[in-house]
C-alpha cells in the first residue's frame, strides 16, 4: 500500500502523457515579459497594495523598507526554485507535476489541494482587499 501511495512517474513518462494530449494542446502566445509579469503577480499578490500604509504608520515604520528588501529576497529565491523546475519538467501541472516525479503520488495530491486551495483563498482575499478600496474610492 505504501509503494502504490510514494509511486513516481519518471520524468520520461510525465513529458511522453504530457504530450499524448491527441491534438488538444494549447497555443504557446505568451511572451516571456508576459510570463514574467504573472509570475511575478503571482508571488507579489496584493497585500503589497493593501497593507503597506497600515504596517508602515502602525508597527515598522522606516524598517517598512528593509522588511520588503527580506521578504523581496525570500521571494526571489521562490521564484527561482519554480524555475528550475520549470526547465527541468516543462509541461502543464506547476507544483503538482513536480512532485509527482520527485516525491510520489500521494504527496503530489496533497500539494494539488493546496494549491486549489490557496487559489481560492487567495481570490477571496484579493475581493477583500480591492474591495475597500472601491468603498473608499466611491
Known sequence: MANKLFATKSVEQLMKAGSDE????LKRTLTASN????GIGAIIGTGIFVLTGTAAANHAGPALTISFIVSGLGCLFA???YSEFASMLPISGSAYSYAYATLGEFLA???GW???LEYLFGA????????GYMVSFL
Not at 491527441?22 to 494542446?25: V, Y
Not at 510570463?35 to 504573472?38: D, G, I, R, S, T
Open 22 to 25: 491527441g491534438g488538444h494542446t
Open 35 to 38: 510570463l514574467v509579469a504573472l
Open 79 to 81: 521564484g527561482l526554485c
Open 109 to 111: 495530491w496533497i500539494i
Open 114 to 116: 493546496d494549491l486549489i
Open 124 to 131: 477571496s482575499t484579493v475581493a477583500v482587499g480591492w474591495s
